[in-house]
């Protein structure tokens, strides 16, 4: 796929949140589309109101402006958003989360959502962290993690903010991590 101009890019992602139209959003470290409203653009990230592919709302996710290389108008949005509108699913409002920088991003997230997900695509494409934001603190994110079975780590783990390529929250895996790890053990 060509990469776009940004300000092409730019002005598609401000058409979708203005005319809250479904798009299909590509990055430069993914081989496939990621569904969902625009509901939120900053300086440094832009927020996705994910719609899986079952065509349910699934949480958000946060890109980083300058790996976005495409946004189109999903070729399947009648329907989804007919499917979508039967079954009562509204475009959720965007959480007060700040797109400002990774570092507001990650802080914001994690006083908004118990679990955060974070991904440092350029060192790991093909792996996610999942955990609780203890802090963010001079370039570094200090966070407790969470096993796909709900288990809560006993050693914090230090990310380099510049790392982190995408974060997302709200969706229903960590939903469900959520429920069942329940609170995340107090910092040392």
């Given at each position: 796929?060509?990469?776009?101009?940004?300000?092409?890019i730019a002005i598609a992602l401000n058409d979708a949140k203005t005319e809250r139209r479904l798009v299909g959003l590509t990055t430069r470290y993914d081989?496939?589309?990621?569904?969902?409203?625009?509901?939120?653009?900053?300086?440094?990230?832009?927020?996705?109101?994910?719609?899986?592919?079952?065509?349910?709302?699934?949480?958000?996710?946060?890109?980083?402006?300058?790996?976005?290389?495409?946004?189109?108008?999903?070729?399947?949005?009648?329907?989804?958003?007919?499917?979508?509108?039967?079954?009562?699913?509204?475009?959720?409002?965007?959480?007060?989360?700040?797109?400002?920088?990774?570092?507001?991003?990650?802080?914001?997230?994690?006083?908004?959502?118990?679990?955060?997900?974070?991904?440092?695509?350029?060192?790991?494409?093909?792996?996610?962290?999942?955990?609780?934001?203890?802090?963010?603190?001079?370039?570094?994110?200090v966070m407790r993690e969470v096993s796909p079975t709900a288990e809560w780590d006993v050693e914090l783990e230090r990310y380099q903010t510049s790392s982190?390529?995408?974060?997302?929250?709200?969706?229903?895996?960590?939903?469900?991590?959520?429920?069942?790890?329940?609170?995340?053990?107090?910092?040392?």
């Amino acid at each position: 796929m060509a990469r776009l101009k940004s300000t092409d890019i730019a002005i598609a992602l401000n058409d979708a949140k203005t005319e809250r139209r479904l798009v299909g959003l590509t990055t430069r470290y993914d081989e496939w589309v990621v569904r969902g409203y625009v509901v939120g653009l900053g300086p440094g990230f832009v927020m996705i109101a994910v719609v899986n592919d079952r065509i349910w709302h699934d949480g958000f996710e946060c890109f980083r402006r300058p790996d976005i290389i495409a946004v189109q108008v999903d070729p399947k949005a009648r329907f989804v958003e007919k499917a979508l509108e039967l079954r009562g699913e509204m475009i959720p409002e965007a959480p007060a989360v700040s797109l400002e920088s990774v570092e507001d991003l990650l802080t914001s997230a994690g006083r908004a959502f118990r679990l955060v997900t974070i991904h440092r695509e350029m060192e790991d494409p093909d792996v996610c962290q999942i955990g609780h934001v203890i802090e963010v603190v001079g370039g570094e994110l200090v966070m407790r993690e969470v096993s796909p079975t709900a288990e809560w780590d006993v050693e914090l783990e230090r990310y380099q903010t510049s790392s982190v390529t995408r974060v997302s929250f709200g969706a229903d895996f960590e939903a469900a991590l959520t429920l069942v790890a329940g609170e995340p053990p107090s910092a040392p």
